[in-house]
């Protein structure tokens, strides 16, 4: 019979601050959970939506709490959406590519992973800051670079960060800034700089505001977007950004990328702060995906031993989860 080992908080430290509309964040917690049955070891890692309220010492509390079936398919109706069901989820699917003694892409039904071209996040900071940035993340081999805004001298920041890097692709994260503005006038503007995304313009649970918006680019959801059951209020959003943690697990997210698939949405697979071990189940949900955006242990100050490497600006699978082995 599976059980649940532990659940524990590890503190990592980030690459000098990852900045956002929100604030700044120096350190980042994540849950691990371990599973075990009959010697044979699963593990899952999580990052609590700090939005959303979540902790990481809750979420290790939820995981530690759970009594009901050790089955993947029963944590979606058992246990609600977030990291912890993340972590769990992640770790079973760890489990059974061990017993199975085959990789998880094998077990989902997925094609053999190939290395992803992932953006690189640059942080909101002041213009000069931005190119800077920028410019090195173009000199380290990023051909696509994910800018975070504010709301306020967007397009400024936007126009020197591509002086710093004139030939990547951009893409851009309000994070819920641009409730207040002309939200297609600003896409305009930065279109004209060569951006082909915005992300989450409106605030969540104001997505009737992009109601009659015509944005000359694609307008995506991320914290509008958790699971499957909240595609039926984005139909104003031409995108999706899909979480492991805001769907709770790798099981809901290749569902939730299916349906969206379906429905007409284009999907973007992006990631929480975290190490190669939560980063790694992403990566097969993130094949084929319109935007890719892993870099969350890119941006720590260290990573796990094993974990993902970056080679061109593309993310290769490391050795720390869901290889059956």
């Known amino acids: 019979?599976?059980?649940?080992?532990?659940?524990?908080?590890?503190?990592?430290?980030?690459?000098?601050?990852?900045?956002?509309?929100?604030?700044?964040?120096?350190?980042?917690?994540?849950?691990?959970?371990?599973?075990?049955?009959?010697?044979?070891?699963?593990?899952?890692e999580g990052t609590a939506i700090y939005y959303e309220g979540e902790s990481a010492e809750g979420c290790a509390a939820a995981i530690n709490a759970y009594d009901g079936p050790l089955d993947r398919q029963a944590l979606l109706e058992d246990m609600p959406?977030?990291?912890?069901?993340?972590?769990l989820d992640c770790a079973l699917w760890d489990l059974e590519a061990k017993q199975a003694a085959m990789p998880v892409w094998k077990l989902a039904g997925l094609a053999e992973p190939v290395p992803l071209p992932t953006a690189f996040t640059i942080s909101l900071n002041d213009p000069d800051r931005m190119e800077a940035d920028a410019r090195s993340a173009g000199a380290r081999g990023f051909s696509l670079l994910k800018?975070?805004?504010?709301?306020?001298?967007?397009?400024?920041?936007?126009?020197?960060?591509?002086a710093g890097a004139p030939d990547v692709r951009l893409i851009v994260d309000a994070n819920e800034s641009w409730h207040?503005?002309?939200?297609?006038?600003?896409?305009?503007?930065?279109a004209e700089l060569g951006v082909e995304m915005v992300e989450q313009p409106v605030l969540h649970g104001r997505e009737e505001n992009l109601s009659g918006?015509?944005?000359?680019?694609?307008?995506?959801?991320?914290?509008?977007?958790?699971?499957?059951?909240?595609?039926?209020?984005?139909g104003d959003f031409d995108a999706?950004?899909?979480?492991?943690?805001?769907?709770?697990?790798?099981?809901?997210?290749l569902a939730l990328v299916r349906e969206a698939r379906a429905r007409g949405f284009r999907v973007m697979v992006g990631c929480m702060l975290g190490t190669s071990l939560g980063i790694a189940p992403a990566a097969l949900a993130a094949q084929g995906a319109d935007w890719i955006d892993l870099d969350g242990a890119l941006l720590l100050a260290k990573d796990r031993e094993g974990g993902l490497t970056v080679q061109g600006g593309?993310?290769?699978?490391?050795?720390?989860?869901?290889?059956?082995?």
């Not at 959406?81 to 972590?87: E, F, I, L, T, Y």
């Not at 999706?240 to 997210?253: F, M, P, Q, S, Y």
Request: aromatic residues 2%; contains cysteine.
């Open 314 to 325: 593309l993310l290769h699978p490391g050795t720390l989860w869901g290889l059956g082995q």
């Open 240 to 253: 999706i950004n899909v979480k492991l943690d805001k769907a709770g697990g790798l099981t809901e997210a």
């Open 213 to 234: 918006v015509r944005a000359p680019l694609p307008l995506c959801a991320d914290e509008s977007c958790h699971t499957r059951a909240d595609l039926d209020r984005l």
């Open 1 to 44: 019979m599976i059980r649940i080992l532990s659940a524990t908080v590890e503190r990592w430290p980030v690459a000098g601050a990852f900045i956002i509309s929100r604030g700044a964040k120096t350190v980042v917690d994540v849950v691990v959970c371990t599973v075990e049955e009959d010697g044979l070891v699963g593990r899952g």
């Open 180 to 190: 207040a503005l002309d939200i297609a006038a600003e896409a305009q503007a930065l």
């Open 81 to 87: 959406r977030g990291a912890a069901r993340n972590a």
């Open 147 to 162: 800018c975070k805004l504010t709301g306020e001298g967007d397009r400024a920041r936007i126009a020197a960060v591509r």
